[in-house]
Each structure stands twice: as structure tokens, then as C-alpha cells.
């Protein structure tokens, strides 16, 4: 079974509009992080927006926010005001334990968002 | 700070034909990763290394070999390149492992065997 699912291969949405990117996962640690990326056409993976198991709060960087719904095992991007260059490939990662006491990422497979002007 | 290098870019390989991709990291990380990048099917990891001397296997680690000599680097080994191989190769580094660290991204390296 996947531990990171992404159900939306391909989103649209408007310029300006607000868009959620859907993200679950499946994990028996109680001590994980749950972690958002781009990777614009040109290849490179970008760093958006980070939550831990234990925060009460969920995250927010700029425009980007995680929607972290830890009983349904949730961690879906929001990204208000949706510009142009937002168009790309979005990947969720989850971060959990491993019996060498390292903290091992599984991605998923990525939702690819196009934003419309 | 260059932070995470690859190299090289491109790479176009005939089965058969071994070669190794440099990944190096200037940030003083412990934990550094390989993925390969497919088409839909996300970063699935390869191999990966808790520290100099120390490595361990990933989702996809056949006809994959890696080692840690020092900190700083952290090469990826084809020993007898296949088709199946083609793809993008992703090295990362995290400072120690830990759950609420982000990984830093090298530019990729794009892999094509003939």
C-alpha cells in the first residue's frame, strides 16, 4: 500500500482563484512530518511548507498553508491567490521512522496544477 | 555555499556500460538520499546514507550501488546500465535525519540507456 496518496493527477484552476491539492497518508509512527514541494518544468524540487505530527497548528508560509486533519490522516496544500508561475508539479512527502532510527521521506506521485490567466 | 551538486547533467549510456553519478553536499549534512524520477510515478528512493560509512537500502536499490567514504560525498554506481534505468536521478541531503527536516535538492541528473 502506498504511504503517500495523491488522487488528483491534474488540477486546474483560474488566476487569483485559491486551489487545494489533496494529499493522505498512512502511517503507524507517532512521530512524523509531513512536507510539500514544486518542481516548476525546469526540474528543480523547491521546499514549500512543513508540518510536524505533534503541531496543534497547521502551517502557513505566504500564500502557501497545509490543511493538516490528523485523525483522517490529511495534509492537503492550499494556495490562496493562484499565480502563473504556481503552475507545476506538486509533491507531498512524508517523513516517518525506520527500525535504524533514521526518518526515511516517501513521496507521492505528484498532482500536476495549471493555472489558467 | 553551493549546497547540493550533481553531476553530470545529462548522461547517455548503452546497455550494458557502467558509470557513476557524483552527488556532492558542502552543508556538513549527515543523511544524504538517491531517487530516481518516473513519469507518475513520483521520487521512489534507491539507496541512502545516515553518515560517512553507513548506507542502506531504499524502495528501488537493484543495479544500484552506493558508498560513503567521507561526509561531503555520496556517488551512485550503475554497474551494467539497462533501459529500465532511464530517468531523472535526484540527490538530497538532510543536516541529521531527524522527522522535521527538509531535504535539500540537487539539479538532477537525466539518464538515458540505449
Known amino acids: 500500500a502506498q504511504k503517500i496518496t495523491q488522487t488528483q493527477p491534474g488540477m486546474f484552476v483560474q488566476e487569483k482563484e485559491a486551489v487545494t491539492l489533496d494529499c493522505t497518508y498512512d502511517t503507524s509512527d507517532p512521530s512524523y512530518g509531513l512536507f510539500w514541494y514544486k518542481q516548476p518544468s525546469s526540474g528543480e524540487m523547491i521546499f514549500l511548507i512543513y508540518q510536524g505530527s505533534y503541531d496543534q497548528q497547521n502551517a502557513t508560509e505566504g500564500r502557501y498553508s497545509l490543511n493538516f486533519q490528523k485523525a483522517r490522516k490529511s495534509a492537503n496544500l492550499v494556495i490562496s491567490a493562484s499565480q502563473l508561475g504556481d503552475s507545476a508539479m506538486y509533491f507531498c512527502a512524508m517523513r516517518e521512522g525506520s527500525s535504524g532510527g533514521s526518518y526515511i521521506p516517501t513521496f507521492g506521485r505528484g498532482t500536476s496544477l495549471i493555472v489558467h490567466p | 555555499n553551493a549546497g547540493v551538486t550533481q553531476t553530470p547533467k545529462f548522461q547517455v549510456l548503452k546497455t550494458g556500460q557502467s558509470m557513476t553519478l557524483q552527488c556532492a553536499q558542502d552543508?556538513?549534512?549527515?543523511?544524504m538520499s538517491w531517487y530516481r524520477q518516473d513519469p507518475g510515478m513520483g521520487l521512489r528512493l534507491i539507496h541512502y546514507s545516515v553518515g560517512a560509512g553507513i548506507t542502506d537500502q531504499g524502495e528501488v536499490p537493484n543495479g544500484y550501488n552506493v558508498s560513503r567514504s567521507t561526509t561531503e560525498d555520496f556517488p551512485l554506481r550503475l554497474l551494467s546500465a539497462a533501459p529500465s534505468q532511464t530517468s531523472v536521478y535526484f540527490c538530497?541531503?538532510?543536516?541529521?535525519?531527524?522527522?522535521?527536516?527538509?531535504?535539500?535538492f540537487g539539479p538532477g541528473t537525466r539518464l538515458l540507456v540505449l
Open positions: 538530497a541531503s538532510s543536516p541529521s535525519g531527524g522527522p522535521q527536516e527538509t531535504q535539500y
Open positions: 552543508m556538513n549534512h549527515e543523511y
